[in-house]
């Protein structure tokens, strides 16, 4: 599986667009990327996935570049609830997702 | 929605002790997984299982055994409980393979053992 490179920790004001930068230059063309977060004393929690193409949820959108080296997470209107450890992980169909460290999201008011 | 239970939010127990940790989810999913989490390693693998009585090693299944005899229950079975096992502990399940939902995580065990 290929390896991603995240920021350890960023800010973001309430009310602004948070975007969450995923570095994944190893990805291989059947990778997809997934984000998950983690509010603290949670369980992480599923938030969304990609192969090639932009996708949009009611949480979060994902845009990844056209040579799939880097992926952004973008949270369009932050608030303090989003206040969270964010995973990128890179995964072929094999079983186990492996997470790094992830990038510690302060909102702030 | 689909839940994943585990069994005791806070557990302390002693060293040498046989320490079992339960978690069951109830929407059939055939995968289950257990994570340790720790300040500044993140999540760890530590078994996962991908149909009943099946089982895998993760990154660090040393210390650690498990057991699936049901579909919907994965228990995870410290068979000597040493001082560097004191974590959290997370159970998640998901589909046969990766999918649009992944994975589904419990709340999470935390273990102090003294």
């Known amino acids: 599986d290929a390896k991603t490179t995240q920021p350890p920790s960023m800010d973001c004001a309430e009310g602004r667009a948070a975007n969450l930068p995923c570095n994944h230059s190893t990805i291989s063309g059947n990778e997809y990327v997934y984000w998950y977060r983690q509010i603290h004393s949670q369980g992480p929690q599923y938030i969304i996935h990609g192969l090639k193409n932009n996708e949009t949820n009611e949480m979060a959108s994902l845009i990844i570049t056209e040579d799939r080296k880097s992926s952004t997470l973008i949270l369009p209107h932050a608030t303090l609830r989003d206040t969270a450890v964010y995973y990128c992980i890179v995964k072929n169909s094999g079983y186990a997702l492996n997470f790094g460290k992830g990038t510690s999201l302060l909102v702030t008011p | 929605d689909v839940k994943v239970t585990q069994s005791s939010r806070y557990l302390v127990k002693r060293t040498g002790e046989k320490v079992f940790l339960e978690c069951v989810q109830d929407?059939?999913?055939?995968?289950m997984f257990w994570y340790r989490q720790d300040p500044g390693l993140g999540l760890r693998l530590i078994y996962f299982?991908?149909?009943?009585?099946?089982?895998e090693k993760g990154d660090i299944p040393e210390g650690y055994s498990v057991s699936r005899e049901k579909k919907e229950r994965f228990s995870l079975i410290l068979e000597s409980a040493s001082t560097n096992q004191t974590s959290m502990y997370l159970c998640?399940?998901?589909?046969?393979?990766?999918?649009?939902?992944?994975?589904?995580f419990g709340s999470g065990t935390r273990l102090t053992v003294v």
């Open positions: 929407m059939d999913h055939e995968n």
């Open positions: 998640a399940s998901s589909l046969r393979r990766v999918t649009n939902y992944g994975y589904t």
């Open positions: 299982s991908y149909d009943v009585k099946m089982k």
